[in-house]
């Protein structure tokens, strides 16, 4: 079964984007390595929340653009009115019946490839859920201030990790945990 990993590029100070909800300050110091390309090659699914999701200006981008070629599950309450471009790799679905049920079709569609989980709320309602197998957490040398937190709203449960990896670029560090059962 696919493994589920929760990931995302965070400041040290730990937000997801600035006061004004952007990222590219975050990604300033992305340099993909082999190891990091080799990893999102691994990636055979996509569970987003919708303002993930609404973050692109134009939804038609993410089939010619998105760097995941993959099958895309958005959990929301409210799917949109126009259903956005596909290409024969990437498609999107509007998932309304929770994270379990994102989380299931994925992994359906992922097939023996990791389900990659990006979006502060759907990343923590998976934590919550105890359906995170790792948590990889790439930091930013920047402090935001403020912003949205990356690990938020988890004040009732306990959550273990064990660290099983990190990769070094010259300009950040991603760390990878195994989530403790």
């Known amino acids: 079964m696919a493994k589920v990993c929760f990931g995302m590029i965070a400041s040290l100070d730990g937000f997801i984007n600035d006061r004004h909800g952007k990222l590219d300050k975050l990604y300033e110091s992305f340099k993909p390595s082999d190891e990091i390309n080799e990893e999102m ?3 055979g699914a ?8 609404d973050m692109a200006e134009d939804p038609d981008t993410y089939a010619d653009h998105y760097e995941f070629q ?30 379990e049920a994102a989380i299931q079709k994925a992994q359906s569609a992922a097939g023996q490839k990791n389900v990659v989980v990006l979006g502060a709320d ?21 402090l935001l201030g403020t912003g949205t937190r990356m690990l938020e709203h988890l004040e009732d449960v306990e959550i273990h990790l064990e660290k099983i990896r990190t990769i ?14």
């Open 122 to 142: 759907v990343g923590q309602q998976a934590l919550r859920a105890n359906l995170v197998d790792e948590l990889q957490i790439a930091f930013a040398p920047i």
């Open 41 to 43: 090659a691994r990636t």
């Open 46 to 53: 996509v569970v987003m929340g919708r303002r993930t999701y």
């Open 168 to 181: 070094e670029t010259d300009k950040q560090i991603e760390v990878y945990y195994k989530v403790s059962r």
């Open 70 to 99: 993959v099958p895309i599950f958005v959990v929301t309450h409210h799917p949109p009115t126009r259903h956005p471009k596909e290409n024969s790799q990437l498609s999107i679905s509007f998932v309304t019946d929770g994270i």
